[in-house]
């Protein structure tokens, strides 16, 4: 019996249709889900997810990564960290870290957003009052505008939450300088400030202007004029080779330098060893590996104060 061409013929498109159909979809698949693996991970303790948030204050994108606990018993009790520079978080490896911590009950599960940074770093990180001697943070009135009138909102739409018990801000070098100038001037809204290897020297002459350790130094200057908040508490980490640069000749590098000069400012305004922690590590250097293995310090610190 003859088989009918035209039907065979359908028969072979119909099939060629299918096949090729498979593949379209198999290949869609695997893009959602490499897509998905990139924009969440998945641990015992913490959910981690890339969001993007436009922002108008900026004129970029924003990315942030939110490091989500996975079992809140207590929402009560959870709190807020934000994290200046968080493309580096994942280098420390901080996900880890922070799961590690929870997982051992040492911290209490908190909800972490790190912050990426954009091409404009300098211009938007530092003191909102006040630029550098070399122009120097001109847009950090309008990160710090960022924060409270687009990050915050974003955190509380998307994640559900009410409130949080205490809310932090840390960062490192120029980021850490900003962490440290939105809490201290903004003591309603933030408790805790984490500065790793701080960017303390910024001042308002170079050495060639006349520059003096007592009078130039921006952030020195605002704790120095400003008030007294009780619910206030500071980290600060340091490392012994953060830098070669000794600008008095004293022995000692000026980061280091600086960073106790701040304390010595902020211990003048009446904060105590009990509001602040100091940790120098002795082979510590500028860079993404020793902030890691000075974050748990921070979170310990932060979480137990």
Not at 259 to 285: F, V
């Amino acid at each position: 019996m003859s088989r009918c061409p035209t039907l065979q013929k359908c028969r072979t498109l119909i099939t060629s249709a299918y096949f090729n159909l498979y593949h379209v979809i198999g290949a869609l698949l695997s893009l959602i889900f490499e897509n998905m693996a990139e924009e969440k991970i998945i641990l015992d303790n913490i959910i981690v997810e890339q969001n993007k948030i436009e922002s108008s204050f900026l004129e970029r994108n924003v990315q942030i990564d939110a490091y989500l606990p996975t079992n809140i018993l207590r929402p009560e009790n959870v709190s807020l960290l934000l994290i200046n520079d968080g493309q580096d978080l994942p280098k420390m490896p901080f996900e880890e870290i922070l799961d590690t911590l929870i997982a051992q009950n040492i911290v209490e599960p908190l909800i972490c957003i790190g912050i990426y940074c954009g091409p404009e770093r300098k211009m938007e990180y530092g003191t909102a009052s006040q630029k550098d001697y070399k122009g120097r943070g001109a847009k950090a009135p309008q990160y710090t505008q960022f924060i409270f009138k687009e990050l915050l909102p974003f955190i509380y739409k998307t994640y559900s939450v009410q409130s949080f018990k205490e809310k932090s801000f840390a960062g490192f070098s120029l980021g850490g300088l900003s962490a440290l100038d939105i809490v201290w001037n903004h003591p309603k809204e933030f408790s805790k400030a984490g500065v790793f290897s701080g960017s303390l020297w910024w001042r308002s002459k170079g050495y060639k202007e006349g520059y003096n350790d007592a009078t130039d130094r921006i952030m020195h200057n605002q704790i120095r004029k400003g008030k007294y908040y009780s619910q206030l508490q500071f980290f600060f980490e340091c490392g012994a080779f953060d830098e070669t640069k000794d600008r008095n000749q004293n022995g000692i590098i000026d980061s280091i330098d600086d960073t106790l000069d701040l304390i010595k400012e902020l211990k003048q305004k009446g904060y105590s060893d009990a509001d602040m922690e100091y940790l120098e590590l002795a082979d510590g250097t500028h860079d993404v590996t020793t902030w890691g293995r000075a974050f748990p310090y921070f979170l310990k610190w932060a979480s137990k104060v």
